[in-house]
């Protein structure tokens, strides 16, 4: 089992940037593959972005590709999400979540089975 917790969520205007990050404890971080998620009231949770074990590969939904970077350091045990040009569309609750079986990349949902706390995301216009 792995504990993840998540911050850096905040109020940010259209156009705007944060930087989540993501707290891993509990298992070797280096092995677990990570993904980012999120879900807006009302809506189910979708993928946003997932990292390999060792970094070398990432994926993105078509949503934020060319905003929103992925990125990990094995040495902290955390794994970061950069959201650049943040839309209203972008509120929600973001969580990171980790899958320890499989060896590639996924954007499933039921494939990840630790996941954070979530934290809050507001993009005003």
């Known amino acids: 089992q792995v504990q993840l917790v998540e911050s850096g969520g905040g109020l940010v205007q259209a156009g705007g940037s944060l930087r989540l990050s993501c707290a891993a404890s509990g298992r070797t971080f280096s092995s677990l593959n990570m993904g980012w998620f999120r879900q807006a009231p009302g809506k189910e949770r979708e993928f946003i972005s997932a990292?390999?074990?060792?970094?070398?590969?990432?994926i993105y939904a078509d949503s934020v590709k060319g905003r929103f970077t992925v990125a990990r350091d094995n040495a902290k045990n955390t794994v970061y999400l950069q959201m650049n040009s943040l839309k209203p569309e972008d509120t929600a609750v973001y969580y990171c979540?980790?899958?320890?079986?499989?060896?590639?990349?996924?954007?499933?949902?039921?494939?990840?089975?630790?996941w954070g706390q979530g934290t809050q995301v507001t993009v005003s216009s």
């Open positions: 979540a980790a899958d320890r079986y499989r060896s590639y990349t996924t954007k499933r949902t039921g494939d990840y089975d630790s």
């Open positions: 990292i390999n074990w060792s970094g070398s590969t990432t």
